[in-house]
C-alpha cells in the first residue's frame, strides 16, 4: 500500500470548507476571474505600451513595471509555498487561450517529441538574459507590454492550433516555475479514494461531462502524486459526480521526497535557478558588477555602436547564464560520479537535484524581497497621493540584505534535509544513503559559500 493509499479517508478538504466546493462548481465563477484579471492585464498593457521607454524620462510611467515586476512576479514567488499553482486558475493569458480555443481550434495533438520541458525551460533562461540588457523588462514599459502581448497571443495561437492547454502544459516559463516550487506548497489536489477511482466506470474528469471540461493538461486524479502539472482549473471538481476530488493541506515539500517522478529539464533548472538568481542579485552589487562589466566591455569588437554593443552584451548574458547553469548542475553530477560507483549517474543527478528546490526557492525569494517591498510602498505612496497625504517609506537595504541571508542559510537547511530523505527514500543501502548524503551536502554547502561572498558584498 502506498502512501496515498494508506492516508486515504483521513484528510481534511478545504473543498468542504462553507460553500467553496459550490463556488468552485459555479459555472460562472472562473471565467469572472479570468475576466476581471484579463482587463486588468489590458490596462497594464495599454500603461506599458503608451509610456516613455526609458522611466528615467518625462513622460516615463511606472505603472506597467511596477504590477509585475514588483508585485505580481513577487507574490507569485511568495505565495507558492501556500497555494501552489493556484495562480494559473486566475490567470488571463491561459484563460485568453481557452476562449479562442472555445471559438475555433483545430484540435491538434501537441507533438509527441516536444512533450517535455525544454522549451519552457529556454523560454526562461532566455527572458532573464535578455532582461540585463536587450529588453530590460523590469525597467522598461513598452518592453514589460511587448512581453505580455507575446505570450498572450502564443497562448491564443496555441490554443486555436493544439487541443487542450498546451501552451500551460509545455510552454509557459512562468509554469513550469510554479510548478517545480509547487511540490513544496502547503495544499495538494488530489482524489479522495483510489478505489473510487479505479471501480468508476466512466472516468467523468478524462472524458469530461456538461458540468466540467476534460481535465486540461492531461493529469487523471487517482495517479496524481505530485502538483507540477496540475494547474487547478478545478473541471475535474466539476466533473466527477462522485465528488471524489479534494484540497487538503500537507507538510509542504511532500512531493519532492514522495514522487516518483523527476525529469531531466527540471532538475536543470532548479540548479539553473539557483545560480542565475546569486548572478542577479551579484549585479546589485558594485564589485561583483564592474567585474563582469569590464569583462564583457573587454570582448566588444566595436566601441560605438550602441545597439550591437546591447546584442553583444545581451549574447554574454545568454552565455554566461547557460554557462552558470550547467557549472552548478555539472557540480551535483561530478560529485555524484565521485563519491558513487557503479550507479545510474544521469538518474541519481535527477532525483538528487530535487532536494536542491528549497534552496532554489530561497534564493528566488531573496531576490524578490526588495521588488516586493518596491511595489507594497508604490501602492501606498500612490494611494496617499489620491487622498491628499504623503506617505512615503525608505527601503532600508540593510534590512533586506539581512533578510536574504536568513533565505540562503534556511533554503541551505532544508536541502540538506531533503537530500537525508531522498537519499534515504531511493535506497535502504546505508553505503547509498551515505553517498547521496554527502553528494547533496557537498553541493549546497559550495552554493552557500557561493551566495555569502556574492551577499555580503556591499550594494550600490
Ligand atoms: S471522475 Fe472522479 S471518481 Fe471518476 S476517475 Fe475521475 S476523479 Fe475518480
Ligand atoms: S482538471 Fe483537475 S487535475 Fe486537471 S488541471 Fe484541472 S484541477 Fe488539475
Known amino acids: 500500500m502506498d502512501r496515498n493509499t494508506s492516508a486515504e479517508g483521513k484528510k481534511s478538504d478545504l ?25 486588468f492585464l489590458s490596462i497594464i498593457i495599454y500603461f506599458g505600451l503608451t509610456s516613455e521607454p526609458d522611466l528615467r524620462f518625462a513622460g516615463g510611467n511606472p505603472f506597467a513595471t511596477t504590477m509585475i515586476w514588483d508585485l505580481w512576479h513577487p507574490l507569485l514567488a511568495f505565495t507558492v509555498i501556500l497555494f501552489g499553482r493556484l495562480w494559473c486558475f486566475a490567470c488571463p493569458i491561459g484563460a485568453a ?13 501537441y507533438p509527441e517529441k516536444y512533450r517535455n520541458l525544454w522549451i519552457a525551460v529556454i523560454l526562461f533562461l532566455l527572458i532573464f538574459a535578455a532582461e540585463r ?10 518592453s514589460t507590454a511587448y512581453l505580455l502581448l507575446f505570450f498572450t497571443l502564443l497562448a491564443v495561437v496555441m490554443g486555436i492550433i493544439f487541443e487542450k492547454r498546451s501552451f500551460c502544459r509545455y510552454i509557459c516559463p512562468i509554469g513550469l516555475v510554479l510548478g517545480i516550487f509547487s511540490m513544496l506548497s502547503a ?4 482524489c479522495k479514494s483510489r478505489k473510487t477511482c479505479h471501480d468508476h466506470d466512466i472516468k467523468e474528469c478524462i472524458v469530461g461531462t456538461e458540468a466540467g471540461k476534460p481535465c486540461p493538461v492531461d493529469e487523471f486524479p487517482q495517479t496524481m502524486e505530485r502538483n507540477n502539472t496540475c494547474i487547478m482549473c478545478m473541471e475535474c471538481v466539476k466533473s466527477c459526480s462522485k465528488d471524489n ?21 527540471e532538475a536543470y533548472l532548479v540548479h539553473g535557478m539557483i545560480v542565475i538568481f546569486l548572478f542577479v542579485m551579484g549585479m546589485e552589487r558594485f564589485e561583483f558588477r564592474n567585474t563582469i562589466i569590464d569583462f564583457v566591455r573587454s570582448t566588444l569588437p566595436i566601441d560605438s555602436i550602441t545597439f550591437l554593443q546591447l546584442y553583444w552584451r545581451n549574447m554574454w548574458a545568454i552565455i554566461i547564464f547557460t554557462l552558470i547553469t550547467l557549472g552548478a548542475a555539472g557540480l551535483l553530477y561530478v560529485s555524484i560520479k565521485a563519491v558513487f560507483s557503479g550507479t545510474n549517474t544521469k538518474n541519481t543527478f535527477i532525483e538528487l537535484s530535487y532536494a536542491f528546490i528549497p534552496l532554489s526557492l530561497s534564493v528566488y525569494l531573496a531576490e524578490n524581497t526588495f521588488r516586493l517591498l518596491k511595489g507594497i510602498f508604490f501602492i501606498f505612496t500612490e494611494t496617499g497621493e489620491m487622498f491628499g497625504k504623503v506617505w512615503e517609506f525608505a ?6 540584505n539581512q533578510l536574504q541571508l536568513v533565505f540562503l542559510t534556511l533554503g541551505f537547511l532544508f536541502t540538506l534535509l531533503a537530500g537525508v530523505l531522498i537519499s534515504k527514500r531511493r535506497s535502504h543501502n546505508r553505503k547509498e544513503v551515505l553517498q547521496g548524503i554527502i553528494a547533496v551536502d557537498f553541493t549546497a554547502i559550495v552554493y552557500l559559500i557561493i551566495g555569502f561572498k556574492i551577499l555580503t558584498l556591499p550594494i550600490i
Open 395 to 400: 527601503i532600508d537595504f540593510e534590512t533586506i
Open 245 to 265: 476530488i479534494r484540497i487538503s493541506p500537507r507538510i509542504p515539500g511532500a512531493d519532492i521526497i514522495h514522487s516518483n517522478k523527476k525529469y531531466l529539464p
Open 15 to 39: 473543498l468542504d470548507v462553507y460553500y467553496f466546493r459550490n463556488l468552485v462548481k459555479n459555472r460562472f465563477f472562473k471565467p469572472a476571474v479570468n475576466f476581471i484579471l484579463f482587463v
Open 187 to 190: 495544499v495538494e489536489l488530489r
Open 133 to 142: 540588457h536587450l529588453f530590460m523588462f523590469t525597467r522598461n514599459p513598452v
Open 97 to 109: 487561450g481557452d476562449w479562442a480555443q472555445s471559438v475555433f481550434s483545430l484540435n491538434k495533438k
